[in-house]
Structures are given as structure tokens and as C-alpha cells.
């Protein structure tokens, strides 16, 4: 199996199999990001949308001195702000057909999860996307800052403050 | 609380969510083994940081359907991004292509409104 640099490197070239594979590959997470992030499903789903036409697009320019996770990411991020800004605006791309269950429907029988969801709610999307990175992605702080150009002391206090804020409802 | 404690204290939570450098490790894990308070701090960080993973995992990925649109908005080589104001040089630009057997994505300005246009391949309609 190729790596996610020689994938990527695939895609710049135009191989539409690498491409459905890095799809498979990442849109969970991505979808999981950008759900995180915004709360609402169908942005969410635009944001897996775009961040993928995006990464079709500019493939030939990733030059691999990221992680390819953080290069995604990173074009989700501008995706999903990009996203509330056109909503803001009151201008919607498209409408997207039928509704889907409700991801936060999966938290009603888990009542811990539901705490947490509750929680993270009441954080800044700042914080939010600083506590998926860490916890869901694994990525020191140091990658963190790098890749929301950030200085590292404020991702920490933002992972610092988010953590105590998740503590409180697990107690 | 002594000095070492803070600064363990800042690292916990990355020890705790797996993105601590091995170097970093090391300090933490030798203040932890002499400091009571810490250990306990970390138990609490370690809760948070497994809450966090299995709520998130509950999140569903996206729907078939975005791989569709993905896949159509992307398809072939973009042949043209023009502005103009009749809705006839649309028609002609796609069956052009559409001649070629290619598959074609095209994005035309038609009286201020953006049109996409693309033909997509039998396998991705018949996935749709
Ligand atoms: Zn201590």
C-alpha cells in the first residue's frame, strides 16, 4: 500500500484510484473534524466536499514538508471557515437533498459522550478544533501551532483551559 | 506547588492525549514517579483525554453521497472558465466535448450565475 506522501503524489499526477483512496482514507476524520468544528451536519459534509475538490486541485502543490493529515486538515479548516463566512452572508452553495440522522443522535445512549458533546458545545470553536487535533489526532502541540500558525504557549492554554472545562463533567 | 510540578502540569495533558515528544516524555515520567499529586493529575487528564476519543469516534463518517459529488466535481480535465451572456455557448462547449467521449467539467458565468458543467462516466451515475 502506498503512503499518504506517494498517494498524495499520485493525485497530482491525476490518478483518480489514489484519489478515492485518500477518500477512504480520510473523510471519516475530515467529516469528524468539520462536525466537531460546526456542529451541523450538512456543513459538515460540505466541508469533506470541498476539502477533497480542493485536494484534487492542488495536489501537484503539496510539497511534503507537512504531514499530509496536517496539509488536510488545514484545508478543512479554511473550507469550514470559508463555509460560516458564505452562511454569515446568508448565501448557501446548494441545498443538500434529504436529511440523515442525526450524528448527535449516536450520543442519546451514551450519556457520558453526551457530556462531552455538551461540553465541547460550550467551548470556542478555537478550542474545539485545538481539542480534536490533540485528543482525536494525537499531534503535539507543537504541530498545532505550526499548522494554525499560532504561537505554541496558545495552544496550550487553550488545551490547557479546554481540558479543565471536559474534566468538570466527568466528575 | 514546587516549580517542576507547573511544568509537568502543562506537559500532562499532551502525555496524556499522545502528542508528547519522547524527550518531554522523559521529564514527565521521572517527575511522576516521585510526585503523588502529579500521578493523580494525570489519571484525570488520561479520563478526559479517552472521553474525548470515544465520543469523537461516535461521530459517523459522511454519506455515500458526498463521495459521489466529489468524484463528479472533479472528473476530467476543467476546459473552460469563461464569462459571457448567452446560454448558447454553453450548449455548444458541452457537445463539443461531449464528442470527444471525454469527460469534461466546465464552469460558465451565465448572466451573473455560475453553471457547472460536467458529464460524468457511466460508473459514477450508476453509484450515484
Ligand atoms: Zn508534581
Redesign the interface.
Known sequence: MVDDQGAVADVGRGDRRAFESLYHRYADRVYRFAFTLLRNRHLAEEVVQETFIAVWKGAKGFEGRSQVSSWLFGIARNQAHALLRREARGERARELPAPLPDPEEAFARDQLASRVWEALGRLSEAHREVVFLAYYEGMSYQDIAQMLSLPEGTVKSRMHHARRALAEVLT | MRQDCTETR?LL??YA?????PSEQGTVLAHLGACEACRLELA??L???R??????R??????R???A???A???GVPIAEIEMGSSLAGVSLGMSAGERGLPIRGRLRLLGREVEIFRVSRSLSAAV
Open positions: 502543562e495533558t499532551w492525549s499522545g502528542g508528547l515528544a484525570e487528564a479520563r478526559v483525554a472521553a474525548v476519543r470515544s465520543t469523537v461516535q461521530i459517523p463518517g459522511p454519506p453521497r458526498a463521495l459529488h466529489v468524484l466535481n472533479t472528473e
